[in-house]
């Protein structure tokens, strides 16, 4: 328990000074008037000979990152939002309010102090505290200490608050997130795209080839599942008139965790009408060349070991071009179920659910040629088997008219022109169906009023999903998709674990 920490009692029992003292340890009221950075940019003068104005006073506030007595005087680094500064405080200017200080401030308070800027004798701008400085919140928790800080892995996702105080390059990252996420709203808005919001309780999941969180709706009296993907409600929105739409939100996938999936995610999914999958390629290398060019970010990325180069225009290769040309598969071996089997026996590879072309190819794919997409390229020409929402092109029946696009071995985006025909619709989940019957525990639902839809006409659309967590994670150069969740999913720590018995 953190309150049995010697430490913090020791802390506690300073809060309790201030107390005495007249002086709240939680003090709501807050003059602040500047951040560090726009004080260190209006003192710029001061590193090119410019005097102090020791009459313009700057009231400045963050956490004590650092701490030096000397005497009758002290010097402080406080940390704010922007960046660091130092502050400087005496007994002279606080008078009896600095032995106040020396018995109760401490690393990890948030601190205010109203003063003038003025560089010491090693050029260091610093703000001098000529009126009262006070603790605005009192920290009973000690922070790490300052050379080893917080390298605890586990500990920086589990408590990621301590992450963004003991890591300003943590804050960086999510502050990174963040324009990109704004950036990519604009992108779409910008071409006449209209933003939506669309269920997350679903009577029917689907959308996506994924295991549900399953939950239970009391009033209702039935139960609900956590969307997997917002695919069907948006197109619905297509059927009902709207020719432009995009969500960005959470997913969630009751499955396993490892570098780049987490139960719940982060998507942009938009659908286009009177597109095809050609325009969502196009689009989508727009946005990528985009986002770097907006958020100033290098076309060079280190990731994962390996230099990602993110200049336009990315490579393509058709599904069966990358299986022959990066998988290292016999190009007479594409179409026979037997031959395909082989390449998996003979590279160790488990067959998965039902042996069709489409399948086989699949598991190959995944095998021999996922890992090896560094740069940015696109793969196109899916089996049909593998795509149940895609629209099978015109030319070739067994060929669905889809891309995904990886970069750094791992997909980004699955995009393609939607399968608009209801009764061809309704028999792919049939099939979803008996697989999921058959053990398919990731096999589609049967969704009756999607095909409903449908019916009512749909018009010729292209829809694509871009996962933003992966997007995020390339962009940042971050090797974990926890490393770009602000609290990613994590296993029950020791003490949250029950026993039967309890």
């Not at 009459?55 to 960046?83: N, P, Y």
């Not at 150069?477 to 602000?486: K, M, N, W, Y």
């Amino acid at each position: 328990m953190l309150f049995d920490n010697t430490y913090v009692q020791q802390r506690i029992e300073k809060a309790a000074l201030l107390k005495e003292a007249g002086l709240n340890p939680y003090d709501n009221q807050s003059a602040r008037d500047m951040q560090a950075a726009a004080f260190r940019q209006l003192h710029g003068p001061l590193s090119e000979g410019g005097e102090p104005d020791e009459q313009r006073l700057f009231t400045l506030a963050g956490r004590v990152k650092l701490l030096r007595w000397m005497g009758k005087a002290a010097f402080a680094t406080i940390e704010d939002e922007s960046g660091p500064m130092q502050i400087y405080f005496n007994k002279n200017a606080l008078e009896d309010h600095f032995a106040t200080l020396k018995k109760t401030l401490e690393v990890g308070d948030i601190i205010q102090a109203r003063g003038f800027g003025f560089l010491t004798r090693t050029g260091e701008l610093t703000l001098n505290a000529t009126d009262h400085l006070k603790i605005l919140t009192k920290a009973i928790a000690p922070l790490p200490e300052k050379f080893h800080g917080l390298q605890d892995v586990e500990l920086r996702y589990r408590q990621r608050y301590l992450d963004l105080i003991m890591n300003p390059e943590v804050r960086q990252n999510f502050a990174l997130r963040s324009r990109i996420i704004s950036h990519i709203r604009r992108f779409f808005e910008d071409r006449s795209f209209l933003e939506v919001e669309t269920p997350m309780l679903h009577p029917i999941p689907g959308g996506a080839n994924a295991r549900p969180f399953v939950t239970h709706h009391n009033a209702l009296g039935v139960d609900r599942y956590l969307r997997i993907a917002p695919e069907l409600y948006l197109k619905r929105l297509i059927v009902g008139g709207f020719e432009a739409v995009f969500e960005i939100n959470r997913n969630f996938r009751n499955e396993g965790m490892d570098a780049t999936h987490n139960p719940e995610f982060t998507m942009i999914e938009f659908y286009w009408a009177y597109k095809r999958c050609e325009h969502l390629i196009e689009i989508t290398e727009t946005l990528i060349s985009d986002l770097v060019t907006a958020l100033k970010l290098p076309e060079s990325i280190s990731f994962r070991g390996h230099t990602i180069h993110l200049k336009a225009p990315f490579k393509r290769y058709t599904y069966d071009e990358a299986l022959v040309q990066i998988g290292g598969l016999d190009p007479a071996v594409l179409g026979d179920v037997e031959g395909l089997k082989a390449c998996l026996k003979q590279g160790g590879i488990e067959i998965k659910g039902e042996a069709s072309i489409g399948s086989l190819k699949a598991d190959l794919f995944d095998h021999l040629v996922e890992d090896k997409l560094i740069d940015p390229t696109f793969i196109t020409d899916f089996p049909i088997e593998i795509s149940p929402l895609a629209r099978r092109k015109d030319d070739n029946p067994a060929i669905a008219d889809r891309f995904e696009l990886f970069i750094g071995g791992y997909e980004i985006a699955n995009g393609f022109s939607e399968l608009s025909d209801p009764v061809d619709q309704y028999e792919r989940f049939c099939a979803q169906v008996a697989s999921k019957e058959a053990g398919d525990e990731e096999g589609m639902f049967m969704d009756e009023d999607f095909v409903t839809a449908l019916s009512y006409g749909m018009p010729p659309t292209a829809g694509e999903g871009i996962g933003i967590d992966r997007l995020v994670m390339v962009l940042s150069g971050q090797d974990t998709i926890r490393d770009v969740l602000l609290f990613p999913a994590m296993r029950p720590a020791k003490n949250e674990q029950k026993t039967d018995e309890e």
